[in-house]
């Protein structure tokens, strides 16, 4: 049997956003960093690109919604504030102002003529920014190069 806690978060979804290249190196990373987190988590897990790359942040959240997704956390897997944390994913989620990081999705929005089709509610997060964890991985791969 499943429990309400469990009903409750399968109803969330996550969408690490990642840039996108020409090259494969980048999806690889985001797309292997979502599987690592689904094993860890009990949300539904998708990855999103910002350009050159499939699947698009709106694929990703329209997937998560056909599978019952009523919230969507929206997190960009780069390390700064930049253009495209600050403008671009905005935009594209409908969240305009660039201060306001809960929106309620009630209409549709174009990137690349593919529509967001999602009626619940996205929350977009801080990028990654200056984590001790990511200074283990920095002394980790200075010390491995020793």
Avoid: C, W
């Amino acid at each position: 049997m499943v429990s309400n806690s469990e009903l409750r978060t399968k109803k969330i979804g996550v969408v690490l956003v990642g840039h996108g290249s020409r090259l494969p190196y980048g999806k690889e990373v985001v797309t292997n960093l979502a599987q690592m987190y689904r094993e860890n988590e009990n949300y539904m897990v998708e990855v999103g690109f910002m350009e050159m790359t499939k699947p698009t942040i709106p694929s990703a959240i329209n997937k998560l919604a056909s599978n019952g997704a009523e919230k969507i956390i929206v997190t960009p897997v780069f390390l700064a504030h930049g253009v495209h944390t600050k403008h671009d994913i905005p935009h594209i989620l409908g969240l305009d102002n660039g201060h306001e990081h809960v929106h309620k999705h009630s209409h549709n929005h174009k990137d690349e003529d593919e529509e967001i089709e999602f009626d619940g509610e996205i929350i977009y997060t801080e990028p990654l920014g200056p984590d001790p964890r990511i200074v283990e991985i920095i002394k980790d791969r200075v010390n491995n190069s020793l």
